[in-house]
């Protein structure tokens, strides 16, 4: 069971992790990357303890722009039928 329900808005991005984080009771931080956010992950662990929390997040939030644009279908050419 998780130690809590954490939005994403509550945890601070961390340059030097490369991870959001969130203090945890026995001093250290929970982490989770942006990778790990990306590919549906919800759980943000802490890296001196056993304890983890669940980060509450929009998913589409975090999908690669490039995945988000639309493909438009091929245009459908007349075939000539003798």
């Known amino acids: 069971m998780s130690y809590d329900d954490v939005e994403i808005e509550d945890m601070e991005w961390n340059e030097e992790l490369k991870a959001y984080t969130y203090p945890c009771p026995c001093g250290d931080l929970f982490q989770i990357t942006k990778e790990e956010l990306k590919i549906g992950e919800e759980i943000a662990r802490c890296p001196s303890c056993s304890l ?13 722009q490039k995945s988000k644009t639309k493909v438009e279908p091929a245009k459908q050419q007349p075939v000539a039928v003798a």
Do not use: K
């Open 52 to 64: 983890y929390i669940t980060v509450i997040y929009n998913m589409e939030d975090f999908i690669d």
